[in-house]
C-alpha cells in the first residue's frame, strides 16, 4: 500500500509540474501574442506616417511648380502690361506734340 501511495504521490507531482510548465508557456504565448500585437499596430502607424509624409512631399512640390508657373506667367503679363503702357505713353506724347504743331 505504502508503494502505491507514493506512485500516486509521484505522479501527482509529475502531472503539477507538467501542467505548471503548460500554465508558464500559455502565459509566455499570450505576453508574446500582445507584444506582436502592439509591434503590428505600431508598424502599420509608422508605415502610414512615412506613406502621408511622402504624399504632402509629393504635393509640397507640385504646389511649388504650380506657384513657380503662376510667377513666371505673372511676370510675362506684367512685362506685357508694361510695355502696353510705354506704347501708350509714347503715342500720347507724339498725339500732344502733333496737337501742337
Known amino acids: 500500500m505504502k508503494k502505491i501511495g507514493r506512485v500516486i504521490v509521484i505522479i501527482v507531482f509529475i502531472i503539477s509540474v507538467v501542467a505548471f ?3 508558464q508557456k500559455y502565459e509566455y504565448d499570450q505576453q ?3 507584444i506582436q500585437k502592439a509591434n503590428s ?3 502599420k502607424k509608422t508605415q502610414e ?3 502621408e509624409s511622402a ?3 509629393r504635393e509640397e512640390a507640385a504646389q511649388a511648380k ?3 508657373a503662376f ?3 505673372q511676370q510675362q503679363l506684367d512685362a506685357g502690361m508694361q510695355q502696353l503702357r510705354d506704347a501708350r505713353k509714347k503715342l500720347e506724347e ?3 506734340k502733333e496737337k501742337q504743331h
Open 21 to 23: 510548465r503548460l500554465y
Open 32 to 34: 508574446q501574442k500582445k
Open 41 to 43: 499596430e505600431l508598424y
Open 49 to 51: 506616417q512615412q506613406r
Open 55 to 57: 504624399y504632402k512631399a
Open 66 to 68: 504650380r506657384d513657380s
Open 71 to 73: 510667377k513666371e506667367q
Open 94 to 96: 507724339e498725339v500732344t
